[in-house]
DNA sequence: GAAGATATGTTAGAATTTTACATGGAAGGC
DNA sequence: GCCTTCCATGTAAAATTCTAACATATCTTC
C-alpha cells in the first residue's frame, strides 16, 4: 500500500522529471499532503528523487541536463543495457557465488539483480558501491590501480587474490567484438584479469550490446568458444547468432 | 564582480557538492543572501545547479553515483570536517605516496587536494572514485571485503598487499577517540588495516573533528604515541591539546 | 484478541523563499 | 560635468513550504 503509492509516485516523476505536491495531492486525493511528503522523503533517502522546494524531480531527470566522462557513458544505449542485465538478473541463483566486472551494463546489472543470499566479487569502484546497498549481498573489491576511464582496478598480482577465492559464475563484457578478434579491451592489465577471471570460473557469461560489434580493442581476453552464454539484445545479427550456437554456446 | 561571484559559488559546490544559504554566506560575507539567492537562481537558469531547501547542489553531484542518497548523515559536522580536510590538504607535498582511509573526512581531503602528482592508495571505494577525477593522481584501491556502512574496504590478506608498496604519509581518521582508549573504530578488521597502514608509514597524520572525543568504539588502532601530527577544529579542547603538545605531536 | 509496530492525519510553529520597494553606483548621452 | 537610465544590491514584510509533535488508525505477530 505504501509501497505501492511510492513506486507509482516514483514512476511519476521519472516520467514528468518534475512534480509539485500540489499536482501529486491531485493524482492521490485519498492520502494527506503530509503523507506525500514522508513518501517522498522515503525516496529522497534512497537517492532516487530529489526533493525541491514545492516538490521533488527525478535523479534521471538531472542526469539528462549535462554529460561528463564516465556518467555520459552510461547514457549511451541505455534501453539495450537495462535489458540485458535484466536478461543476466534472472539467470543468477540463490547462494551463488559470482564474480562481475566494472563496466556500465554490470552498473545496470548490478541495479537489477534481487536482494537475495550472494557472494560476489568485483573490480568496479561504482558497481561495488551500487552492491553494497543491497542488504543480503556479500560484496568483495578486487584490489589495484584505478583506471580513470572506467572506474575498475586491475592489478598485476590479482591471481595472489584469487588464491583463496572461489566464484562459480562470472559475468562480464567486452568493449569490443569481432569474430576473428574474439572479445577485447582496452588495457593490457584488464585483459590479463578477465582471463584471470575466466579460468576461475566454473562458467562465463558475456553481456554484450551489438554496438560493440565489428568493433576491435587493443587486448583480446577471450574467444567465441571460451564463453557458455552469451547475453545481448535483439539487434544481434542472426549469423553471428549461429556462430555461437554451432558451439554450443547458448544466446539469450 | 557578480559573474566572478556566481562562477566560485559554481565552483564550490561542484567541489562540495551541496551548500546551504547559511555556509554561502560565510564564504561571502560581504554580500547580502538574497544577492546570493539570486546567484543561485540565476545558476538554475543555466541548468549548472539545482535549488533544494535550504542551498543548492552541484548538478555534477547528482550524477554521481546514485546509490548515495543526500541523507543529513552526510551533512553533520560538514564544515568541520571541510576545514580539517583543508589543513590535511595543505600538508601534502607534491611526488609524495600516501594513504587515505574511506571515511568521511578523506571524501572531503579528496575534494580539496591539489591536482599535483601523487600516488595515492585507500580503502574507501567513494574516496577513490572522487580521486579518480584528478588527472594527476595515480589510485590505487585496496581490495577485500566492502563494508556497507561506510563503503570501504578491509581484508585479513592486506598484508600481502603492502609487501611490495611504499608509503610516506599515512592520512587517517577515527570514529572515536578518548585519552585511555585512543583512536577507534567499528570493526576488527578494519582496526587491523589501519594499524598495518601506520607501521608502513613513514608518518601518520590524523584527522578528528572534535564530535568523535570521549565516544569509544570496539577497536582501537592507535593511541596518542602512535601518531604525528593531529589535524582537528576549533573546538579540540585545550586540555586534550596538551596531552599531544607534550608529546611533541604537532595539532592543528 | 492484545501488544507492539507501522502508517497516516492534523495542527501549530519554524524556517525558507518570494515579493516589493528602496538605495547606490556605473554607463552613456547631452 | 551632469543628468538619466539601468543594473546590482539591500531590507523587511508577506507568502509559502516544511518540520515536529502528537493523536489516531491500521496492520502484525504471537
New binding site residues.
Partial sequence: ???E?IEEIAELLDKRGKL???QLDEQFP??????L???L?QLEQEGRII?????AMSVKEVQKVSGEPYTKKTTIHTDEKIKIAQKAASLIDENCSLFMDGGTTAMYLAKEMPDKNLHIFTNGLAVAIELAQKKNFHVTMLGGQVMKDNLSTASPVAKAYFDNTNFELAIISASAFTPENGFSCGAQIEADLLKLVRAKAKATYMMLDSSKIGKIMPYTFAHIEDIDVLITDDSFPADLKEEFTKRNIVVM
Fill in positions: 500500500m505504501k509501497r503509492r509539485t505536491l500540489e485519498n492520502v494527506s499532503q503530509m503523507t511528503r514522508r513518501d522523503f526533493r525541491v522546494r514545492g516538490g
